[in-house]
């Protein structure tokens, strides 16, 4: 009744202050949320509701109670917002939940802009703290809003903060939200006080010291991703650094980290090989995909890194075709981005070794419906041999039971037990583009063109997320033109080399209700 009390009185504009700070102090935590929006609603407060917000933020214990003050704090004027968040920090009932920070940044990221000495004040209030559960995700949040706006007073901020922190979990969570702030761009210039302090405090991992001094950490970088004991993370981290920025030394490494078997590692080694423009870089990958050394997502990833350098394209091409070499391996996804040079020199022996490639026309798409589901109408199969197909010629783009790429929809939640639904989707996959995996084709100062969805598209730098070869970020500077493409990235034909077996296979195993069990 107290609710809907509250309701009944905003609606008829008879909520007064009194009522609505008695409400704040309700015993049902509904109404104190409640009250608390309310009084947000309205984007000023006065001076007692103010105070029984600074109540509610210093020693409320519900989550969704502080979860709406910290939504409302963000309708308020900046030295409001940075009187609720300060004490918010102090609470120990507002830190140390993952979901609560992503919250309060909601609400505190406004005020960088607004005013930046409060969110400076608040960013030091925070690794100050001596709270025994620290909201590591917020720390990390404000952090690489500093860093992300660049400014030579931004840095010097990040560099106040970082000399402040007393909590080693916390330093780490900044050093983390500033790599990430800088991932594929230049820590060239960095001010002095900035650079020490990223340095000190016992926590500098080799990512970051490789950005700051490349030459200097190189050797290192190098002995640690060669050690057989080296945790896989690290070497991850290495190899991500090594994607943005070209060492030619390091190349004889990435060559041999292609040689383990983790295919994490051989995806990020790959990545990192895209910046080399050698014609010996392309050989060797060839000789790779050709000799058994990759397989999965690492094999299509290296399949279209040889793609994405026209010179690198007619070498593989050429190999091919003197070689005869089985195709099957090759994505269309590869092939289809292999027909987007239009090359004359190119074009013959793409039509030799894939066949042509006409888009199929209204007619031909209902007629390949037709045959497929004709094919599929007595329900059987092996999805055993169904997830094998999968990984083959879905999975380096969608995911399925958590397993699978990232570049198009996750197909768990996906109706797919509607086979009418799945086969127009497969068969025309231009018929309906969803909102946000529109294709874009990027062409780069070195020559590459990659294609895939812009997954950033700041000021300065861009990332692309490519089939089979995960994300590559991008400065603008690298960039010689960004087109928006009208098709889908998943091209047609998906379905074509597959056997009447084949396909019923396939479609079990995307039927399957639950995942299989792993051999």
Known sequence: LALEALWALNRCDALDPATAITATRHENPTVRQWAVRLLGDRGQVNANEFRALQSLAADEKNLDVLSQLAASA??????????????MLGNESATGSPQLDRMMWWGIEPLYAASPDLFLKLAQRLVTSPASRPPLALANFMM?????????????????????????????????????????????GLPRELTTALVAGGFSPISLRLRLAPTDTLPVALRLLSAPDTDPAISLRILDVFGEMKMPAARDELFRQLARTDPDIQLSALRALQLFDEPAVATQLIALAENGSLSGAPLEAAHTLLSNRLSWA??????????????????????????????????????????????????????????????LRPRGGDPERGRTHFQQRCAACHTLFNQGGELGPDLTSYQRDQTDALLLAIVQPNAEIRSGYEMVTVQTADGRVLSGFLTRDDLDIVGLRIVGGGEVILDREQIKSIELQPRSLMPEGLLHRLTDTALRDLFSYLRSPQPLALD
């Open 74 to 87: 963000r309708r308020l004027a900046p030295p409001d917002a940075y009187g609720i968040f300060v004490l």
């Open 314 to 375: 007619r070498l593989w091409l050429h190999h091919l075709g003197q070689t005869q070499e089985v195709t099957s391996s090759v994505a269309p996804s590869v092939v289809d981005n292999l027909r987007r040079y239009d090359d004359p020199a190119l074009t013959p022996l793409i039509k030799t070794i894939f066949g042509q490639n006409a888009p199929l026309t209204s007619a031909e798409s209902t007629q390949e419906i037709a045959r497929v589901t004709e094919i």
């Open 144 to 188: 690489r809003r500093m860093a992300v706006a660049g400014s030579q007073a931004d840095l010097l901020r990040c560099a106040d903060v970082l000399q402040q922190v007393q909590v080693p979990e916390i330093r780490r969570s900044l050093i983390q939200g500033f790599e990430q702030a800088y991932q594929g761009r230049s820590m060239t």
